[in-house]
């Protein structure tokens, strides 16, 4: 197995993926991708926080805070007190963020159609999710200490 290779592929599949769902996204519902991207979070986690966006990104606080922001400036997400712990806050989606997460919903699911299901069937679909899922598992665990 060429790791060169496997690497190259998902890579530029990658790519082309972001790309292509994002032009999508951009042309028919005038979200880009990261921002949808941030929504389902929000929209997914009870008493969203800052924190927790970062994390499922995988991505910095200050990052994702500069993102909300950006959200917020759109008027997508607005920040409340958050009841539990006065030092942070809870994102939710305004009424017009749900709107456009759920609308921006149906064209990404149909481009993930597209890409995924239609050329790689079910099973291909599952052995993909499973070795991706464990890949990400080992990269994260990596991640967390330093490479010898």
Do not use: Y
């Not at 790791?3 to 042309?27: G, H, I, Q, Y």
């Not at 519902?29 to 997914?44: D, E, Q, S, T």
């Amino acid at each position: 197995m060429d790791l060169r290779k496997v690497f190259d592929d998902l890579v530029r599949f990658e790519t082309v993926l972001w790309n292509t769902v994002d032009a999508r996204l951009r042309k028919d519902c005038g979200v880009p991708l990261g921002n949808l991207n941030l929504m389902l979070i929000i929209a997914a986690t009870p008493d969203c926080r800052v924190q927790d966006i970062a994390a499922a990104l995988e991505i910095t606080v200050g990052g994702t805070s500069q993102a909300v922001d950006r959200l917020e400036k759109l008027g997508h997400c607005v920040r409340k007190p958050n009841p539990a712990d006065r030092r942070s806050s809870v994102v939710g989606l305004t009424p017009d963020g749900e709107a456009l997460m759920k609308s921006a919903s149906r064209v990404f699911d149909g481009e993930l159609e597209a890409f995924f299901k239609a050329p790689l069937g079910e099973d291909g679909l599952g052995n993909l999710a499973s070795a991706l899922a464990a890949a990400r598992v080992a990269a994260s665990v990596r991640g967390a200490t330093p490479s010898s």
